[in-house]
């Protein structure tokens, strides 16, 4: 793939969330091969399990925890530093909507009327435009949460895969 249609993709708000959808079923996918090898591992290991069935066990839980763990530290930082600069973005924003409103209800002529008005356009599109960037904060917030689980899920089938196979 070029480096401009990735680009284009990462730019794309929507190729954004087709992006993390295609992750998400990549994660599924695994999990539900890495679901069923170690339910078969646990099914057939019975009652007296191996050291090797044991380290398997003990590795499924600590993995989870540790992905769970990342993945809510990973989005707790995106959502702080994305929040931070939107958020003070949008209060800026309101200020000079909200200055260009009363300039606008204070003009005495109709060509400061419409200098005023034109600023408040201009103050409203600015608004809009930051708004429209929530979806954008959000989709970032979901992949970054999804990149240690995806990791571990991923990782793991092809793991579990390669040991079924030899």
């Known amino acids: 793939m070029s480096s401009f249609s990735t680009t284009a993709r990462v730019a794309s708000p929507l190729m954004q969330w087709v992006d993390l959808a295609l992750k998400t079923h990549e994660t599924l996918l695994s999990s539900g091969t890495v679901i069923r090898m170690r339910t078969e591992r646990i099914a057939k290991a019975g009652l007296t399990p191996s050291a090797a069935d044991l ?9 989870k925890l540790a992905a769970a763990s990342e993945s809510g530290l990973a989005m ?8 931070a600069s939107l ?4 209060w800026q924003q309101w200020l000079q909507g909200a200055t260009a409103l009363f300039s606008l209800a204070g003009s005495f002529t109709p060509a400061q009327a419409a200098t005023h008005g034109d600023a408040l356009v201009q ?8 708004a ?6 959000a989709v970032r917030i979901a992949r970054e949460g999804l990149k240690p ?8 089938a092809r793991r579990l ?6």
């Open 55 to 63: 380290a398997e066990f003990h590795l499924m839980g600590h993995e």
């Open 76 to 83: 707790a930082r995106q959502w702080h530093s994305s929040q």
């Open 87 to 90: 958020a003070q973005r949008a």
């Open 123 to 130: 103050a409203t599109a600015r608004g809009a435009s930051t």
């Open 132 to 137: 429209g960037q929530l979806t954008g904060v």
């Open 149 to 156: 689980i995806h990791a571990a899920a991923t990782s793991n």
């Open 161 to 166: 895969l390669a040991e079924l196979q030899a």
